[in-house]
């Protein structure tokens, strides 16, 4: 598994966007076999058991999620043993049309420094006219009530699983996101498995990189819509950063968190 872990970069990138695109993640020929069982949907499985005891073992699913390069993702973000909370395929039919669809699937998350993952998988090759699910990259510390945000529909930033057969998209399920319209004669089907942590999500990854000092400009990507408030939202990276990198004295750019943390009071003592 350890090949496959994501480096600390790419860490840094999820933490900053929230999300993170995988292509060529699952064989062509597995994406087939998928595609024909999501069409056959039975049903959620026992939430809050763990992943491997619960997930199936003879389907083309089953496998897909089991592939080493797939594993390995999923460790480096939720640690060994993740808890299986739901799974299904999202179907927009040929030819459906779309209004705004943004929304937030964690509304009531308020854990700090722990996430719930959500891979997705496009299991045949889905260009931009038959829609795609879309996210909004940064939007993870933004908790808000879904039907504050439905109407939205040209944020900056906000980009579309416009992908090959066999991409993963997996990103933090506070995420911001949404279904597009279909316009083709084709149904698409993007595949959700949402899995929760069962220890803290700490150095899973591989670290090699760890003082990479690429990461600081990463962690301080601009996705624009931000605005002003851009100092905000790195803060919130940086925190989680440090969380999840065991540096817990991580800062960059003005050193924001230092002045957060710096109480005259103690400082005097």
């Known amino acids: 598994m350890n090949s496959h872990l994501l480096t600390s970069k790419q860490m840094a990138q999820f933490v900053a966007s929230g999300y993170l695109r995988l292509d060529d993640m699952v064989p062509k020929d597995l994406c087939t076999a998928c595609l024909e069982e999501m069409i056959d949907y039975r049903g959620y ?11 199936p073992t003879d389907t083309a699913l089953g496998e897909a999620f089991r592939l080493p390069e797939v594993q390995g993702l999923i460790h480096s973000l939720v640690g060994p043993n993740p808890l299986y909370d739901h799974h299904g395929p999202h179907l927009t039919p040929a030819g459906q049309l779309r209004g705004p669809d943004t929304h937030q699937d964690s509304v009531i998350d308020f854990r700090e420094d722990y996430f719930d993952i959500q891979l997705s998988l496009f299991a045949a090759d889905t260009p931009d006219e038959m829609g795609g699910t879309f996210l909004i990259p940064g939007t993870h510390f933004r908790n808000v009530r879904t039907s504050e945000i439905t109407v939205y529909q040209h944020m900056r930033g906000k980009i579309w699983a416009t992908c090959p057969a066999g991409t993963i998209y997996v990103w933090n399920t506070r995420v911001w996101h949404g279904a597009r319209s279909n316009r083709t004669d084709r149904d698409r089907y993007m595949y959700k498995l949402r899995l929760n942590p069962t220890t803290p999500q700490v150095r899973h990854f591989n670290t090699g990189d760890l003082d990479d000092p690429a990461i600081g400009g990463i962690l301080n990507t601009n996705h624009g819509w931000e605005g002003n408030e851009h100092r905000y939202e790195l803060i919130q990276r940086v925190k989680l950063w440090r969380f999840i990198s065991d540096q817990l004295d991580y800062d960059i750019g003005e050193r924001f968190l230092r002045c957060i ?7 005097a003592v």
Do not use: I
Request: aromatic content about 12%; charged content about 20%.
């Open 261 to 267: 943390e710096h109480n005259p009071q103690l400082a």
């Open 45 to 55: 499985l026992d939430v809050g058991t763990p992943f491997e005891e619960t997930w």
